[in-house]
Each structure stands twice: as structure tokens, then as C-alpha cells.
């Protein structure tokens, strides 16, 4: 099992930043990617960005490349999702999620463990 833990999440302007943090626990070695998605109300769970946390390669949902940034801390068994220019649609539940694959997928489905969630909202 693992398990995973988001903070960071708030009230922000449009244009604003946030960084997001998931904490990674259990049998984190079961897994090699940590991702992050998203879901507004009445919508479906979006890909924003994801990781292979073993090798660093990193992948980006469309709307967020350019913005957004997913780093890790292998020490701290953490991911980090930094948001700049944020918008309003980019508000939603922002979940992390990890997978036993090894290629960074972009479908809720390929992901096994999954976070509570934090909630980020922008105002315009």
C-alpha cells in the first residue's frame, strides 16, 4: 500500500502562484510515477503533469505546459506541483496519484493509490 498526502492548496488570484506538495508513504518502491490531476465540478478527472520519479522524466497536460511545473524531493519521498499564472479555469480538486507503471500515463484508470485532494481556487 501507499499512501499519499497533498497540502497546499487555497484561495489565490488570477496570475498568482501556488506549490502543491504530495508526501509519499509505504511501499513507495511498488510504484514509478507520481502524477497530478484534477477535477472542477460537473467535469471530468484531467492529467495536469505526472512523473517518472525514478529516472525525473516529466510529461504536462496541454492547458497547463508552459505554467506549471512538477518537481520531486526523492529524500522526502515528495512531489512538488509549482502553478504559476494561474487562471480561473485552473480551479478544481487537485489529486496526486501514483502508478506501478513505468511510463507516465495520462488516464485516471492507470493509476492504483491515490490522495484526498486539495482544493485550489482562482479568482479572476
Known amino acids: 500500500q501507499v499512501q499519499l498526502v497533498e497540502s497546499g492548496g487555497g484561495l489565490v488570484q488570477a496570475g498568482g502562484s501556488l506549490r502543491l506538495s504530495c508526501a509519499a508513504s509505504g511501499n513507495i518502491l511498488s510504484t514509478y510515477v507520481l502524477g497530478w490531476f484534477r477535477q472542477a465540478p460537473g467535469k471530468e478527472r484531467e492529467f495536469v503533469a505526472g512523473m517518472n520519479w525514478r529516472i525525473g522524466s516529466t510529461y504536462y497536460g496541454d492547458s497547463v505546459n508552459g505554467r506549471f511545473t512538477i518537481s520531486r524531493d526523492n529524500a522526502k519521498n515528495t512531489i512538488y506541483l509549482q502553478m504559476n499564472n494561474l487562471k480561473s479555469e485552473d480551479t478544481a480538486v487537485y489529486f496526486c496519484?501514483?502508478?506501478?507503471?513505468?511510463?507516465?500515463?495520462?488516464?485516471?484508470?492507470?493509476?492504483?493509490?491515490w490522495g484526498q485532494g486539495t482544493q485550489v481556487y482562482v479568482s479572476s
Open positions: 496519484a501514483a502508478s506501478t507503471g513505468w511510463g507516465v500515463a495520462m488516464t485516471p484508470d492507470n493509476y492504483v493509490y
